[in-house]
């Protein structure tokens, strides 16, 4: 498909466990985006790339959560010794320009017990 | 950091147009103002984004005040499919050196009563 593909779909980790979410923006887009959505609530910003560069990294939550780009095309957001408040729908959207429409992925659903 | 504000919730009957407001008054001068909206179980759908001038496409029209400070995203006739969560959205560019953080407002959830 020519969409954003997000994996896994659904993802069950227990406490403790690492896990790693994976981005596929669509081709040839250069900005790709990271947010998070809790149970009920709104969408909270985690991060974007320009390219592979992530000129702001301030959404991340905590120390535990990374995120690289390789190739200017995928994204993988890396979850250290997960907690249950980590437990969230993780969106991904990429645009082909800074300003552009945001194309968005399914989402990948974490669920820590 | 600037930020939207909107109504938590609004309620519109079908067929008829609908007025989403949101407020930025912090909003830079190359800002731009995003419209999603996220229907249960799914991920953000694009809806219309502009700058300074009025637009419009096919889902739905963006006023934008002349100082900016606030928009309204208006549905000329809801459908009960248009229930959904709307968010306004501002992408800051990088002549704010903050260029591409995703600031999202509250949402406002629309209700649409047949």
């Known amino acids: 498909g020519a969409g954003v593909s997000q994996s896994p779909s659904n993802k069950v980790t227990e406490k403790g466990k690492d896990v790693e979410l994976r981005c596929d923006p669509i081709?040839?887009?250069?900005?790709l985006y990271w947010y998070r959505q809790s149970l009920g609530q709104g969408l909270e910003f985690l991060i974007y790339f320009q390219g592979n560069s992530a000129p702001d990294k301030s959404g991340l939550p905590s120390d535990r959560f990374s995120a690289e780009r390789t190739g200017g095309s995928v994204s993988t957001l890396t979850i250290q010794r997960t907690q249950q408040e980590d437990s969230a729908v993780y969106l991904c959207?990429?645009?082909?320009?800074?300003?552009?429409?945001?194309?968005f992925g399914e989402g990948s659903r974490l669920t820590v017990l | 950091d600037a930020k939207t504000t909107q109504p938590n919730s609004m309620e519109s009957n079908e067929e008829e147009p609908v007025h989403l407001p949101c407020n930025h008054s912090?909003?830079?001068?190359?800002?731009?103002i995003h419209w999603y909206r996220q229907l249960p179980s799914q991920g953000p759908e694009y809806v219309i984004h502009?700058?300074?001038s009025n637009v419009n496409n096919r889902m739905a029209s963006l006023a934008i005040a002349e100082d900016r400070k606030s928009s309204t995203l208006i549905l000329h006739r809801a459908t009960l499919r248009d229930a959904a969560v709307y968010y306004c959205i501002l992408i800051l560019t990088e002549a704010d050196n903050q260029g591409g953080k995703l600031i999202f407002g509250q949402g406002t959830e629309l209700s649409v009563k047949p």
């Open positions: 502009g700058l300074t």
């Open positions: 959207a990429s645009s082909p320009e800074l300003t552009g429409e945001l194309f």
């Open positions: 912090t909003i830079s001068g190359t800002d731009y």
């Open positions: 081709s040839g887009h250069t900005a």
